[in-house]
Each structure stands twice: as C-alpha cells, then as structure tokens.
C-alpha cells in the first residue's frame, strides 16, 4: 500500500525533474532546419553569387578549420568571431574550394570579396566566365562535408530556370540557365492541399470532440443516469 | 548531434538518394516515432496532466493523433511559406516563427498547469466536506468511471486538447528538411507523405507514454492508503501535476526566449 502511495507522490516529482533536466530540443538547429541560402545574378560574363549560411553554421565552419585560435598566439580576445573567419586563410581557401561556377566544362575564375559584414552579407563571390552566359554549372558543397544534412538554397535575381536550386551532398553541382522567361516558380499545390487536408481532419476531430456525448448506456437502466449537460 | 538523430539522418540521406521510397517510408515512421522520445512535445507536460486530471486511454489516444496532426500541419505550413517567400526573408523568418510559436506552445502550457492546480485547489476548498474526494476505486473497469464529474470536466478535455495542440506546434528540423528538400527537387508528393508517416511515427510514440501513464495511475489510483498524513498528501498529488505542467511550460518558454534574443 505504502509503495503505491509513494509511487502516486513521486510521479509528479519525477515528471518535474525530467522537464527541467532535459531541456527542450531547439526546433531551428542546425545542420536540420531551414537550409543556407544563396542567390545569384548574372551581367555578361560575370556571375555573382552571395552565400548565406546562419550564424551556428558560420560558427560550425569555423572550428572546423580552426579559424577562432591563432596558432601563434593562442586564444584571442580582442577580435569578435566575426572578425576571426573574415581574417582566417583556411576559410577563404575552402569557400573558393567548396563554391564554384563552370560553363561549358570550363571554370569560371572566381574571387571572394573580403569577408567583411559575413553574418548579414554572407561569402561574396564574383566569376568572370569565358563567354556571355546563358547556361552554367553552379556547384555549392559548403558545409556538406561537415554533415550530409546541410544544404542550399539557390534562388536567382536573373529570371533562370529552375527558379530555385536545392543543392545537398548527394547532388552539389546543377545547372542553371538564364535565358528562360520568367514565372516558373516551384509548384506548391501539392503541400497546400495537403496542408488543407490535415487541418481539416484536425479541426474535424476537434470538433467532434467538442459535441455533445450520446447518452452512455448504464448496466442499470433504472437508475437516474449522470446529469446531462456536463458533456464535453 | 545525439543519439536520437541517427534514424533522422538516414531519412534524410534516403530522401537525397532518390532511391526506392519504402524504406524511406518505414525510416520515417521509425523517425517519427524516435523523434516523439527526445524532449519536446509535451511527453512529460502531458504524463502529468494525465495524472492531474484522473485522464482514460481514450484521452492518450486522442492526444497521439492531435500532437501528430498538429505536427504535421505546422511542418506544412513552415515549409510553404518557406519555399513561397523570397529566400532572404524567409530565412531570417523561419527561426523567428518557430522560436516564436514556442513561446506560444510555453505560455499554453503554462496557463493548462496554473488552471490545473488552482482547479485543484478550489475544488479541496469547495469540497472540503466530503474528505478527499479521489480514490474511488471501484473495481468495475477502469476509463469509464460510471459518470463521475471528473471524467466529464469540459476544462480536463480542453486542458488537454490545449496541450496536444502546443505539443504539436514547433516543427522537427528533419521533417521540415525532407518536406523543403521535396517541393524543390520535384518530390512534393513523396516529400507529403514522409512527413504523414513521421507524424504517425510520432502518434504511436506519444499514444504509447499516454497509455503508459494512465495505467500507471489507475494502479496507483485503486490502492487507499492507511495513514491519515499520507492520504492527505496522495490528495495533493494532482495539484503538484499541474506544478509540474507549469514547470515544463516555463522550460519552453525560456528555451524559446533563449533562441530568441540570440
């Protein structure tokens, strides 16, 4: 008996210890959760490409490579982490590594701005290709390597078709062409009648609870049943 | 990276490898379902509250398939509006929303545990007559409870519909990630119906600690203690559930703040 009514008292403790033990998984963290973003332009033979991934993984990238210590000075203090990726070579060397535009097979010569403002403007690079673009490979594996979850998105300031490119580990380099009309979005309708669909049962199911109960059978017909009224 | 995220990595490398859609459907399931395990989702927000309000199996039930439905809408809707947008702002938005429907998802909670303990309080004052008005264990199955008041409080429903909703609200990264990952490489439908069965994944899950939890209670509930101390102190019991929901509730809510003024 004892035991029982021991195990009735604990149960809300040991509830309330879990929840503050376990903190709530952050819903946004990365590499899972929205992808980078990336747009590009096209003028002429020159491409722009702008690479934008969110702080934890700007931060992720860094360690990675070992951008937030000075080998010669050990721990810096002075400079915000911003400032130590933008100064850092071996993050300079793995964007122009890891981004990259060809067209024709041939690669366009790239050049990244210096990293200055990264966190609002991202990696900022520029390729001057051989010819006038119409149609060129874009390759972008940044972050791929660190987990195969990361991904981009590349969205297009030129009309270009596709309007928007997905580029994970499994497929890092697709083509774009900039000489398509304009208006080929990415088809939603398939997700929005979905959407309406769920929210439908959802509210159905609700709904439904909320109604009134039919009148429960009693083993004991004679006996003047729970009030009505009180249902659900 | 925990433990927990294995099965999610697998799903989303079947995703990108095109290849054949079963086993990515069953991956789905088995994520969906691992996913409901890790903290989040209201699991020990809504034990307690089960424990509170005296909850049946049809209440555990009933809450698997209103987080999962819930999940699921709020994955949808996150990943329309992601993909629709423009991508700049719809990058910035999309930790802001989710970080912000988690201080929704919190003060809901928060507000079911405060109601929850005050209705417990008020009830003791009210009925202070009676004794302690639990532990009516009357041996003839256990749910149905022969009409009494407490299984038919309107307030245990909604606290719990109000839960499941909040437990639901905050979409998981991966679902998000394959449903994102699908509208844009041409696999919205493949994409919809990975996220239905990571849903369903989750409801089995989520149903399973409910019914857990329940039996746990009525056992519990059905022995009277001797000791006239003890037996005041089983009484409180639920009053510190609804402690207990407001704790889980404000853990939320600073997660979310958190994310928020970082």
Known sequence: ?232 | MNDLTGPENVLITLFDGAGAFWPALIVALGAGALHAVAPGHGKSVTAAYLIGTHGRYRDALRLGVVVALMHTVSVLALALAWVGLSSGAAAVGTEAVTAWLQVVAGVVVIGVGAHLTYRHLRGRTTHAHHGHGHGHGHGHGHGHGHGHAEVHDPWSARGLTALALSGGLVPSPSAFIVLVSGLLTGRSFGAVVLVLAFGAGMAVTLTGVGVVTVRGATMVRGRTPRLRALRTAAAWAPALAGVAVAIGGCLYLATAVTALSS
């Open chain 1, 1 to 232: 008996m004892r035991s029982g009514l021991l195990a009735r008292l604990c149960v809300p403790f040991i509830v309330a210890v879990v929840a503050v033990l376990v903190p709530a998984q952050t819903a946004a963290a990365h590499p899972f959760g929205p992808p980078s973003t990336a747009r590009i332009a096209v003028d002429g033979d020159r491409v722009t490409l702008a690479w934008l991934p969110a702080e934890d993984d700007w931060v992720a990238l860094g360690q990675s490579l070992g951008a937030f210590e000075d080998p010669a000075t050990g721990a810096d203090t002075t400079l915000t982490g911003e400032q130590k990726l933008a100064r850092s070579a071996a993050v300079r060397d793995y964007l122009l590594a890891h981004v990259g535009v060809t067209q024709g097979g041939r690669p366009c010569a790239a050049e990244l701005e210096p990293l200055e403002r990264l966190l609002a403007e991202g990696a900022r690079f520029g390729f001057e290709c051989p010819e006038p673009v119409v149609t060129v490979d874009v390759r972008i594996a940044a972050l791929t390597d660190l987990h195969q979850a990361y991904r981009t998105v590349l969205t297009s300031d030129t009309p270009a078709e596709p309007a928007k490119v997905l580029f994970t580990k499994a497929e890092d380099t697709r083509s774009v062409r900039f000489d398509a009309p304009e208006g080929g979005g990415v088809p939603l309708a398939v997700p929005a009648v979905a959407l309406v669909a769920v929210l439908g049962v959802l509210v159905l199911l609700l709904v439904r609870r909320r109604a009134p109960a039919p009148p429960a059978a009693s083993d004991k017909p004679a006996e003047p049943a729970a009030t009505p009224g009180t249902g659900v």
